[in-house]
């Protein structure tokens, strides 16, 4: 899409010659960087809970952060109104804060290369609103229909379209058109007078409406969620200890995203507090790992045709057979360590400063067969899928609660496990991985990743991999 067909140019009249006069405003007194980053974005939220839609919302925000950067220091302003006397105060005010003595000519605009990697011609958004509220409402019934000791079920859909733009001073001009959309489902279940035990599951990305009706149905979803739910009815109190822990495909990469994935990112390297800083070319995994972030995957919710810096997205080796190569950098942190940018300057909105963050992030199969894995294991204890977790990025410490889990024994998955608890060390962990299986598949696309008071969408994913030794917290 060229700039003078984009939506803030089409909408509000916005010209190259705007963007040029408010990033000279932003260099007036001097700096090393400046950028603009205009966001519109339209979203919607529909909830069931009792088999009745009890919340739906739409909303709109709108508004342009100005940046303005001097070495490690950074001027940021912003407003929610486009008229050009507020931008430009947003621009003196940011100049204001870096007050740099520094002073960098800017380049003239030119058009970023995007990649085309979610083309929909109508987001969800854009579609009725009773198509989307039916989802809730099928993934309701669909839940209750699984089993009768399922008493309870919530569903949520929430979607957005946001329209962003990004003109640098160091020439990048990128707009982008950004759907976004998921479906999760919630399902408790109880058996006599036991405790309630819940199921949870959801998915989405980058995709039309249509894919919730033929491949990521609500029907899907909710079976699942019922499925985890009725599991735990039978499950024993976790074993605690030192034990082998395999986890399986998909979700369970979220814990190499909080353990590993977030010490990779160059803001934490850059001022040394990461677990992996100055590490590049150390080995800080088992030779079998080999840990990718890839922005450039058609449709899925972490990926990006340009990052939040207006730069395209890219796939970037982090660790490759067990070497530590490089670090997730957005434009500041890349220039400041004088490495190159790899795409991952990302913000939660136009009132955020970008810093450097994941995108889709996962370990790469290995050559091992899933059921070898297992058969491999004497004891130990499976982890099909995680609920929430707490990581130190200074050490790489973290605590995980794996939602569904089970006990292997003589190679064999046999009991479930309620309440385990994964307690270690991120490249700790790493080292100890011994086998990795062929079966590398990524996450439905739910993740949402927070750092620092800012939420984006991500991915995750894993093969079934073998850890040698982990602490696994747990009542017995």
């Known amino acids: 899409m ?8 089409r909408r509000y ?39 009745i839609i009890k919340g739906a919302t739409e909303g709109v925000s709108l508004g342009v952060g100005v940046r303005v950067v001097s070495g490690e220091r950074t001027g940021y302003a912003y407003t929610d109104d486009l008229v050009p ?54 993934a309701d019934k669909a839940a209750r229909a699984f089993d009768p000791r399922i008493f309870q079920v919530q569903a949520t859909y929430a979607d957005s379209l946001r329209h962003v ?39 989405g990305g980058r995709l039309p409406l249509d894919t919730f009706l033929t491949d990521k149905t609500p029907e899907r979803y909710a079976r699942e969620a019922a499925r985890q739910a009725i599991v735990q009815l039978d499950a024993v109190e976790a074993p605690a200890g030192e034990t082998t822990v395999v ?11 909080e353990a590993v994935g977030h010490g990779l990112e160059a803001d934490f390297n850059r001022k040394g507090v990461s677990a992996f800083s100055g590490r590049i070319g150390e080995q800080v995994a088992s030779p079998l790992c080999t840990v990718v972030d890839d922005g450039t995957i058609p449709s899925r919710r972490g990926s990006l045709n340009v990052d939040d810096e207006g730069a395209p997205t890219t796939r970037t080796v982090l660790i490759e057979k067990g070497i530590l190569r490089g670090y997730l950098q957005d434009k500041l942190s890349s220039r400041i360590m004088g490495a190159k940018p790899t795409g991952n300057g990302r913000r939660e909105g136009y009132q955020h400063i970008p810093m450097p963050r994941m995108t889709n992030t996962f370990l790469l199969a290995g050559e091992s067969d899933p059921e070898e894995v297992i058969r491999s294991v004497a004891r130990g204890v499976y982890c099909a899928t995680f609920g929430g977790g707490q ?20 190679g064999h998955i046999t009991r479930p496990v309620r309440d385990a608890t994964l307690i270690g060390n991120g490249p700790e962990a790493m080292r100890h991985v011994s086998m990795v299986a062929n079966d590398l598949a990524l996450d439905e696309g739910m993740g949402t990743c927070g750092k620092e008071g800012q939420s984006v969408p991500v991915g995750v994913g894993l093969p079934t991999i073998r850890i040698d030794c ?7």
């Open 2 to 9: 060229g700039f003078e067909n984009s939506f803030f140019a």
């Open 13 to 51: 009249g916005i010209t190259g010659r705007d963007l040029d006069q408010y990033l000279s405003e932003a260099l007036a007194r001097g700096a090393d960087y400046a950028d603009l980053y205009f966001e519109y974005v339209a979203t919607s939220h529909i909830s069931l809970d009792e088999s």
């Open 85 to 138: 006397e507020k931008i430009r105060e947003a621009a003196r005010v940011a100049a204001c804060i870096a007050d740099a003595p520094a002073k960098v000519e800017k380049v003239g605009l030119q058009p970023v290369a995007a990649h085309k990697l979610y083309e929909v011609a109508l987001a969800p958004t854009e579609t009725s609103f009773k198509e989307r509220a039916a989802l809730v409402e099928r």
């Open 165 to 203: 733009m990004v003109a640098s001073s160091d020439g990048a001009l990128s707009v982008d058109r950004q759907p976004l959309a998921r479906l999760s489902v919630t399902a408790l279940a109880r058996a006599g007078s036991g405790a309630p035990q819940r199921g949870y599951a959801g998915g």
């Open 247 to 257: 986890l399986g495909p998909g979700w369970p990469g979220i814990l190499l995203h």
């Open 391 to 410: 990581v130190d990025i200074t050490n790489g410490s973290f605590v995980f609660s794996a939602s569904e889990s089970y006990l292997i024994e003589d």
């Open 470 to 476: 982990m602490t696994v917290g747990g009542t017995k």
